[in-house]
Every structure is written in C-alpha cells, then in structure tokens.
C-alpha cells in the first residue's frame, strides 16, 4: 500500500512538470488494463511520468482504430470491459491529437460504465480525469475543471480529502487555474499536494523529499512571474512565495545531508535548484553563486569525478557569475574548456562554418532566454493586404568578455523612438555567455531584433504573446514526487 501512496505523488509531479508540448502524453496513465491490450503492451513502451515513449501520435491513431474492432466481439458478452477498452480507444485519439474523436468515445464509454456502476464507484475516476485532460486540451477550461472536481469528489468520498489518489487531479487544477489566471488557486492546489506528501510520506524520505522540491521549483517559478515594483499585497505575496520555495529546499538539503552526508551526489540537483531559485527572486546573488560553488566542491571531492559533469558544473558557475556580476566568470569558463570541449559543441554547431572552424563558441543568451514581443499602443498602418506589418527595432552591439551588450546602436526600426529606446534598454539588460576561444572569453558582436505588438490589434494576436513563464514550465525537473502523472 505504502509502495502505491508513493507512485501516486510520485509520478504526479513529474507530470505536471511537463512541458506543454508533452501534456497529452500525460492521459495515457489513465488507460484501463484489459484483456486485450495485449496488442500492444509487449511492442510499446510508454512511461507517461517522465515523458518518454516510443508511441508516436500515428501509431497512436492506428492503435486507436485496432481497439475498436476488437470490441465489436466483446460488446455484448462484456459490456464493463468494452466500456473501459473504449475509453482506452478514446485516451489513445486524444493523445493522437483527435481530440473530438477521442471526446466522443469517452463520454460513451462513461455513460457506459455509469450504467453498470455507482456514480460514485472509484473506477470512473480514470475516464472522468481523461475527459479532464481533453477538454483541458481543447482549452475548453470551465469543462475541464468540472470534471477534475468530481474525479476528486470520489477520491474524497473513497479515501478521505488526504487521499494520494487526487493529487493528479490537483496538478491538472494547477494547470487549468494557471490557464485561466486564478494564480492564487493553483497556489493552494499546489500546497494541498504537500500536505498530502507530508501526511502519506515517512518524513525525511527521499520520496517527500522529491516532493518538497518540486513543491519548491513551483512555487519558486510562481514568485518569478510577480513583478518586485508590483503593489503592497502582490509583493508580499512575492515574498511569501519565495520565503516558502527556499524553507523547502533547505529541508530537503538537510535531510539529504542527515541521511547520506554532506558530500553526496544526491545534493547536486538540490543545490542547483536552490541557485535557481536565488535567482529567480533577484538581488541575492551571493546565495546563488555559494550554492553552485558548494556543488562543484561535491563533484571536485568525489574518487573519480566524470570530466563531462565537472566541466558541465564549472560551466553552471561561469553563467551564474555572468548573471550575478563576478568576476570570477572568465576563470571558470577557462576551468570548464580545459577539462573538455564536448560541452560547447552544440554551440559551435549552430555557429557560421567561418566561426565553427576557427573554433569559436558564440555567446549564448542567459538572460533572459529569448526576446518576448513588447506591448505597444503605436498604431501601424496596414499592408495592403489588410494584414498589420511587422513591428520591430533591429540593435547591433557587441558582448563583451562578461557578457555584457556594450556600443549599441540602433541598425533598423519601423516603430517611434520610444520603443526604439525600450527595445535597446531590453537588450542593454540582457545577458550572454560571453565568446570563448580555447576557453578564453573576447567581445563578439551581434545583432537582434526586438518585435512588438500593437494593442490596437485583435484579442487573437493579443493572446499569443508571450509572456512569463508559466509555473509549470519550470518545473521541469520537478521531480517524480508528487502525485499521477496527471498528478501535478
């Protein structure tokens, strides 16, 4: 029983740490095991909690239409076991990415189940979930989260309200409130799975401890998207946020450090964590950079250190002193090209052959990771296609040897001055991994544009630009802690 508690919290964070390109992977953890899935158990390997399968969306989509002639012999004879292994065809269209298909088939299987059980019978709770899970992917939001209360309200009536078996539930609700901006409901739906781990988890494990980070990168990635010029109660929501994100990750070093000891691989991903954190909240730069120093010193200390991950974790300190303003950047880029190359190849690849062969490693954007389009209340005139044309201020400049935008000029623009100066002081804040030449950082120029947005176009284009990371998106390394893959 303890053995199932843990799966459910765990693959429950790993799920909600998903990118949402890989969201819909995560409503194959709700198929129902029947007779005749041996058709495809032994050929495919799905692993839904961490995001890998071998299932690819046409195989999917075939598998989908082979269920379904299969149940045209059991219909009658079995019609519990057709309803479920419909609701696998229908699980199996959504993840194919035919969605109406797969919406359709599930709710006949569930009028199908509902007929034969209890309308509250725990059984109906994996189909009712991926109903969840294709409304939420038709963004058909108010649907979805209908759907998600009710798969929760039988976990509560079976269970109790600490049951383990809703926190997948729980990470869905995070999503669909992040969608539709209730931020402080996925906050609570966030702390409800903690306090779920910490009831049904051995405390200091490292299964809660899985869980408190992923807790932590959450409401960690949370507190990054308040603005620190923000109004009283949001900044102090901002604080609490993080104040909450760092108290976790020091119980999982300390309890990681009581366990196993104070030089243990264990703590690397932690301490990393940690550093991210930092810096996310801003203006502790000393913080971030001792926990990135403390985890090479771990890796320097072990027998025999892998040269890949010491060069990978000098590699980490260099770009957090180019963030925090230390000087010692330049040494440790230096430190992490003596030990290997291999770590900068994929930024020599993506360099012109001319920069390629004189083996020279481009910057690299730290921050942030790319230009999101600005708001502008310019108004353009119109292509005569109808269309609006483009907005944009093109900057040349040149990163320096600590990865600072330095001479910047204004090469192109088709936007007023004051965007203009909005877009070179976006690119003056910004900051790069520098250059590097046989591990030695130099000034390297570069050109980027900066695009934007007229507020005066529709509500359509308005919502595709992007903004803040969403919370899940960072919790990509979340971790496996907590709950169903449809788990958070």
């Known amino acids: 029983m303890k053995r199932w508690i843990y799966y459910c919290l765990a693959v429950g964070f790993v799920g909600f740490s998903l990118q949402a390109s890989g969201v819909e992977l995560l409503i194959l953890n709700h198929l129902y ?26 195989q999917a989509r075939t598998l989908a239409e082979d269920l379904r002639q299969s149940l045209k012999s059991r219909l009658e004879d079995d019609p519990i076991g057709s309803a479920m292994q419909l ?3 229908g699980m199996f269209s959504t993840y194919a990415g035919d969605l109406t298909a797969g919406q359709t088939d599930l709710e006949l299987a569930l009028n199908q189940l509902q007929a034969q059980h209890r309308q509250y019978d725990p059984e109906l709770t994996r189909i009712i979930s991926a109903l969840g899970i294709n409304a939420f992917l038709q963004e058909n939001f108010e649907v979805a989260e209908n759907y998600f209360r009710r798969s929760q ?12 078996g809703q926190t997948a539930n729980l990470n869905w609700l995070t999503r669909t409130y992040l969608s539709t901006e209730r931020y402080e409901e996925a906050d609570t739906a966030q702390r409800h799975v903690l306090q779920i781990a910490q009831r049904r988890l ?9 869980v408190k980070r992923g807790v932590a990168i959450y409401l960690g990635r ?3 998207t308040i603005s620190p010029l923000a109004d009283e109660m949001a900044r102090a929501n901002r604080q609490r946020l993080f104040s909450e994100a760092l108290t976790l990750i020091q119980e999982v070093i300390t309890s990681i450090e009581q366990r196993l000891g104070k030089d243990v691989m264990e703590l690397i991903p932690v301490l990393k964590t940690k550093a991210e954190i930092h810096f996310w909240r801003g203006g502790h730069s000393r913080f971030q950079d001792a926990s990135l120093e ?34 010692g950047a330049l040494e440790a880029y230096r430190q992490a090209w003596a030990i290997t190359t291999d770590i900068f190849n994929d930024n020599l690849e993506q360099a012109d052959p001319a920069t390629a062969a004189s083996a020279v490693s481009p910057p690299l954007m730290l921050s942030p990771k790319t230009y999101f389009p600005l708001i502008t209340d310019y108004k353009p005139k119109t292509l005569p296609e109808g269309d609006l044309p483009e907005l944009f201020v093109d900057v040349s400049f040149t990163v320096s040897e600590y ?11 088709n936007v007023p001055t004051d965007e203009a100066r909005l877009a070179r002081a976006l690119v003056a804040s910004s900051r790069y991994r520098p250059a590097l030449k046989e591990g030695l950082a130099q000034p390297y120029d570069l050109s980027r544009r900066v695009t934007f947005v007229s507020e005066s176009f529709n509500a359509e284009s308005e919502s595709a630009v992007s903004t803040a990371p969403a919370p899940q998106d960072g919790l990509l390394d979340a971790d496996p802690n907590l709950s169903d893959p449809d788990a958070t």
């Open 33 to 58: 095991d029947e007779p005749d899935n041996l058709l495809w158990e032994d050929e495919i390997d799905l692993d839904p909690q961490s995001g890998d399968t071998n299932l690819t969306k046409p």
């Open 153 to 164: 309200h039988i976990h509560h009536r079976q269970d109790g309200l600490f049951t383990s």
């Open 87 to 89: 609701a696998n065809v």
């Open 403 to 413: 990865g600072q935008p330095r001479r910047l000029r204004i090469v192109d623009r």
């Open 222 to 224: 949370r507190g990054s």
């Open 294 to 327: 403390r985890t090479l010193a771990i890796i320097q200390n072990q027998p025999d250190p892998a040269e890949h991950v010491l060069a990978e974790t000098w590699l980490d300190l260099a770009d957090s002193y180019i963030l925090t303003g230390n000087r």
């Open 202 to 210: 051995v405390n200091d494990s490292p299964q809660l401890d899985e």
